[in-house]
């Protein structure tokens, strides 16, 4: 299958900061990427659709202004949490492709807000 | 929101026996989809299924989809140790090519296989 690879994959950082995600598909293009967070123990939760050149579309609840997602080509998608609090501290995952056909997901990424 | 609802939550079996794991939805789907997460991982895709298809094959795994009965099983036969995981019914509600991207999970069951 298409492979997508999200970087990186474990970050800590100090609260009050902020941290970029990186996806990428690497052997195709994707005009659209999924973002979800899956908090421990729990199921996937979709944060928001990535759209390459236009503005990305978020779930009820997300705060757009605190997860700025920014998809400025076909291979690549980024979610910066900005302003991070020890309650941002969850697993984000990415996903691309699923134009009419299956997603491939990222690795996924831990963040660790301290 | 949570759209599945995954039965059992847990599950333990023996190797080579069969693992049966149940998802039910509540809205008209366009697909559904069954993924497999190892512990703090990501997912890996394991079959599609289209809302006109029944069932579905691929290797040890058997998707079925009632959809008069908003509801898909998961059957992997055989199951080995390395079966061991959480696995995850999506569907994908929305109209359009994006409705198989944009997913909502259900809550998982976890599957151990004891060698």
């Known amino acids: 299958g298409a492979v997508v690879s999200q970087h990186p994959s474990r970050v800590i950082c100090k609260s009050g900061t902020s941290v970029k995600i990186e996806c990428r598909s690497l052997?195709?293009?994707?005009?659209?990427m999924f973002w979800y967070r899956q908090f421990p123990k729990q199921s996937l939760m979709l944060m928001a659709t990535s759209n390459e050149g236009s503005k990305a579309t978020y779930e009820q609840g997300v705060e757009k202004d605190k997860f700025l997602i920014n998809h400025a080509s076909l291979t690549l998608s980024t979610l910066t949490v900005t302003s991070a609090h020890p309650e941002d501290s969850s697993f984000y995952i990415c996903?691309?492709?699923?134009?009419?056909?299956?997603?491939?997901f990222g690795q996924g990424t831990r963040l660790t807000v301290v | 929101s949570q759209q599945g609802e995954e039965d059992p939550q847990a599950l333990s079996i023996q190797e080579g026996e069969n693992a049966t794991m149940n998802c039910s939805y509540k809205t008209s789907i366009n697909n559904l989809q069954w993924y497999r997460q190892n512990s703090g991982r990501g997912l890996v895709h394991l079959i599609l299924?289209?809302?006109?298809?029944r069932e579905k094959h691929s290797g040890r795994l058997r998707v079925t989809l009632d959809t008069s009965k908003k509801s898909s099983s998961l059957l992997i036969t055989a199951s080995r140790a390395a079966d061991t995981a959480s696995y995850f019914c999506?569907?994908?509600?929305?109209?359009?090519?994006?409705?198989?991207?944009?997913?909502?999970f259900g809550q998982g069951t976890i599957l151990t296989v004891h060698p």
């Open positions: 996903s691309a492709g699923g134009w009419w056909t299956e997603a491939f």
């Open positions: 299924i289209r809302s006109n298809e």
């Open positions: 052997d195709f293009q994707a005009t659209t």
């Open positions: 999506a569907t994908g509600d929305g109209a359009g090519g994006t409705s198989y991207g944009k997913l909502t």
